[in-house]
């Protein structure tokens, strides 16, 4: 059963191409849910898979894409919301 969780990406985040590069991360580890800015900064991931896929993924999350400078990853485990694809929001 696929778990859920809710990652907070704190830092330079926004602007650097983090949410479609988590998309691209996200689809090559078979990782559904969505991914959007907040107004504070920050990115906020939902994201449903396999244990070990998530765990790869919030290792990615903690490096991101070349720009971005991440300081801080926040995941907490919630229900599943059974995402069929992995979007981006705005």
Known sequence: MPKHLSI?????VQGVFFR???KAEAERLGI????R???DGTVLIEAEGEN?????FVSWCGRGPDFAKVSAVDVHEGEPRHFTSFTIEP
């Not at 559904?32 to 991914?35: D, I, N, P, R, V």
């Not at 070990?52 to 790869?56: I, M, N, P, V, W």
């Open 8 to 12: 907070r990406v704190t830092g330079r």
């Open 52 to 56: 070990a896929a998530l765990d790869q």
């Open 32 to 35: 559904a849910g969505s991914a």
């Open 20 to 22: 479609a590069s988590a």
């Open 37 to 39: 800015n907040e107004d």
